[in-house]
């Protein structure tokens, strides 16, 4: 029984739990918190500094937004992009919402490189070997995680967080 003011969802996805953990400092992927959502590190680094766009609160889709709200995530998913070709060597930037496998939006926001492999170059992100990448390493995307958080910062996009990324994770 859903009772009137019960604002739990009736489906958690791995999307609600990644948001959970952000708001609780226990993500270690977290990057910075924008004004539509939180900014992780993907699990797998196929391309060094493939993030996600997690909003907050987790809707369904883009279409369960308010015209407010999808403009602000869609700005801060855009915005993203910005500082991530700025602190980079990418070349492009590929964005891509699916919802499909997770019924809860995010967006994939995926850094091209030049030097990327030549059969994989002009090819879509999910051509890369996902199982073979190399997962996510805090310590290794520790400068990429500082330089993202200070441009977003200069970009007027963030919002304070209560804990450090991962202040509160395990292990």
Known sequence: MTLKHDTTPELLT????QVLAAR?????????????GWVLFGARQFVR???????DPVVPNLNALGARERIAFLSDMSRLGDALMKVTDAVRIN??????LEPA?????????ADEPEA???QQP????????PPFDRTALAGLAEALLREL?????????????GENAAG
């Open 14 to 17: 791995p999307i609600h739990a």
């Open 95 to 100: 964005y891509a919402m699916f919802g499909n």
């Open 24 to 36: 609780a400092g226990r993500e270690p992927r977290v990057v910075a918190r924008l004004f539509s």
């Open 105 to 113: 939006l995010h967006a994939h926001v995926i850094p091209r490189y």
């Open 49 to 55: 500094g493939y993030l996600l766009l997690l909003p």
């Open 120 to 122: 994989l170059r002009t």
């Open 153 to 165: 910062t200069r970009l007027g996009v963030t919002k304070p967080m209560r804990y450090a990324p």
């Open 126 to 133: 999910w051509a890369y070997d996902w199982e073979a990448a």
